[in-house]
C-alpha cells in the first residue's frame, strides 16, 4: 500500500470521526464550526485525491488498450 492509499484511509477515518462527533450533539457552536472546517478541508484533499487516482488508472487503461492494439498487430503480419 503506497503513502497516498494510506493517506486517503486517513482521511476517511478522520472524516468518519469528524460526522460521529457532530452527530453527538455534545459540542458547543464554536467546537461543531471548528470540526466542520475541517472536515470540509479533508474532503477536498479527499476528492483531489481521488481524481489523482482516476487519472492515473485512466492512463493506464490507455496505455493496456494500446499495448494490446500491437500486441494484435504483429499477430496479423502477412508475408
Given at each position: 500500500m503506497n503513502s497516498e492509499s494510506k493517506d486517503f484511509e486517513k482521511i476517511m477515518q478522520r472524516l468518519?470521526?469528524?460526522?460521529?462527533?457532530?452527530?453527538?450533539?455534545?459540542?458547543?457552536?464554536e467546537q461543531a464550526l471548528?470540526?466542520?472546517?475541517?472536515?470540509?478541508?479533508?474532503a477536498r484533499v479527499g476528492d483531489s485525491l481521488l481524481t489523482e487516482y482516476g487519472?492515473?488508472?485512466?492512463?493506464?487503461?490507455?496505455?493496456?488498450?494500446a499495448l494490446q492494439s500491437v500486441q494484435d498487430?504483429?499477430?496479423?503480419?502477412?508475408?
Open positions: 468518519t470521526e469528524i460526522t460521529s462527533t457532530l452527530e453527538s450533539g455534545e459540542l458547543t457552536l471548528a470540526l466542520f472546517k475541517e472536515g470540509t478541508e479533508l487519472e492515473l488508472a485512466e492512463s493506464y487503461r490507455s496505455e493496456l488498450t498487430g504483429v499477430g496479423n503480419d502477412s508475408i
